[in-house]
C-alpha cells in the first residue's frame, strides 16, 4: 500500500497541542469529496479536545472544524455539522462536529461528504471565509432559528470575546438590533464598539446587572453561554416575552434562577447548539446579503499551530485565529 | 345613597380567612354586567392574599378568581384574566385578575366587563363550572399555547396535587398525550391512576427522578410549578427538543440547574402564567370537545368560607374546593 503524504496539525495525547507531521492524506470514497484546503480556523472546541475535556476523544485525531479551501478550482467552505437529521428542532443521533471523530481542517485536505460543500461567500477573503462556518452557524441558530430576534429588538450579548458571541453580535449588528455586550475585559469592550454596538459592561464589574439595566432598560433577546451564577441576573434584565439563547456552560450549573420573573414575564430559556443544514444555508444567505465579514484576529501559518493553540487559550483574541494551509 | 345588599367573604386583614358579611352589592357600569353567582371556586392566589404574599393587596376586598352565574337568565362562566391585551406572548401593563382589585366571585353578586362573559360548557354541573376557569385557563395555556403539546407525546405533570397541575393532567390525557406525574401524597398518586395516568412518583423520596426514569425513560414535555432544587432534575428526564413549561415556583429559586443538557439537547424552558382571551376560548373548545369535566374535591356554603380556606390551606384536596352561593 502507498500513501500520499500532507502536512497536518496531529493531536496524539492529551494535554500536548496538536504538532505538525507529514502524515498520510485522506482519500474520498463515494459520496465525499477531497478540499484541497487554503485556510482553518480554530476554536474553544479544539481547545478543550486537547485538554480533554470533550466527549469521544480518540487518537491519533487532526482537530478543527472550520475550513475554507478548492475543490476541482472551486472556491469552497464546508458545513462542520454532519448527519442533523430530518428535525430541525434538535440534531439526530448520528450527528457529529469535523474534526473529531472524523478528521478536521487543521492539514492541507480533508475529506468530507459532498453536501457538506457551499459557496465561499465571494466578499470574504481566505481568512475571514475559513473563520465564518462553525460561530456563523452556531451563532444563527441560537439568534435566528431558536430566539426569532427581529429588526429594532435590543439584543444582550454576554462574553463578547468568544468567537460565536462576536458573530452573533455582528449578525444583530447586521439585523438591525441594538446590541448590547458584556466582556471581561475592557479592551474587548473598547474594540466592538467601533462594530456598532449601543453600550458594554465589564462582568468583573460586582454592578454589571444594574449597569446594564440602566444604559438599557431591558432586553428582547439575551444570548449566553456561560450559565452559572451569573445567568440568574438576565431574567431581571429580561422585557417580558424575552427570549434567553444558551448556548454553552463555560461558567458551570445555574443557581439562583428565580421561577417568578421567567412565568410572570412568560420567559423563555432556549438551549441551542451548532446548527442544522438549514441554518447553514439561511446562514450563509444572510452573510451574503449583509455583506457580513467575520473578524480575524490573528494568522499563523502551519507550522506554528502550536503557537496558534496557545494564543487562543490565553484568551486575548478579539475574532478567530486562523491558519494559512496550503503553502 | 342607598345600597342593595348581598352576602359576601371579605378580607378585611392579613392573616385572618375572609368572613361572611353583609355587604355592598355591585352596580355595573357602562359595558360591565351584573353576574348573579351560582357558586365560586378557591385558588391557591386566594390563600397567598390572605397570607400577604400578594403585590398590591388593599382592604377591604371580596376575593374569588372562578365563578359561576347567572345573566339573564343564561348560564355563564366568567374569564377572570382581564385586560391581557393585543400580544398573545405576554399580558399587558393593564392585565388583572378577577379577586384582586377588583372585588371577585366569593360573594352573591359580582360585576365584571361583558366581554369577561362565556357560556358555561352544557356537560358540566354548577359546581364543576365553578372549577374551572383559572385552573383551565392556566393550564391550557402552558399546556398548548405555551409548550405545543401533541398527541402520543410523553408528558410529566409534578405536584399533581394543585388545582392547575390536575387539570393539566386531565388536559394532557384528554388530549391523548402519556402522562406521568409526582405528588408529595401516595394518597394522591393512587387517586389519579384512575384518571389514566400511566405512572407516578412521590417526590419525597429521595431517588424520584431515578425512578421516573426508570418508569417513563424520557419526556417531550413537562408541567411544573415548584422550581427550587428539584427543577434541576428535570432537565434530564427530558427527551431532546423538549418543553419545560414553569408557571409558578413554590419551591424558591432554581439552583444547580446544568446548561451543558440545555443546550445539547436544544431544550426549552417556558415562562406562563395565566392566559389570554384567546387562550380562554381555545381552553373552553377543547373542554366542550373533550367533555372534560374538572374534579372537585369538596362543596362548601358560602356561610362555611372560612373552613373552606382552612381546608385548601392543609393541602389535603384532590380538586378544586367550590363554594355554593345564591343560595
Sequence with gaps: MRYLLMKALVLREKGVWPQLEEYPSPEPKEGEV???????????RDLWIVKGLYPGIRYPVILGSDGMGLLEGREVI???????GDDERVQSKAFSILGLPANGTLADYVVVPAKQIYDKPSHLSVEEAAALPLAGLTAYRVLFSRCGLQAGERVLITGVGGGVALMACQMALAAGAEVFVSSGSDEKLQKVKALGVAGGVNYREKDWPARLKAMAGGFDVIIDSAGGKGFAALPDLCRPAARIGLYGGTCGAITGLSPQRLFWYQLNILGSTMGSDR?????????NRHQLRPLVDQVFPLSRGPEAFAYLDQGRQLGKVVLKLGA
Excluded: E
Excluded at 464546508?78 to 442533523?84: K, S
Excluded at 441554518?279 to 452573510?287: A, E, G, K, Q, W
Design 34 to 44: 477531497l478540499v484541497s484546503l487554503l485556510a482553518a480556523a480554530l476554536n474553544h
Design 78 to 84: 464546508i458545513n462542520p455539522g454532519m448527519n442533523w
Design 279 to 287: 441554518d447553514f444555508r439561511l446562514m450563509l444567505d444572510f452573510v
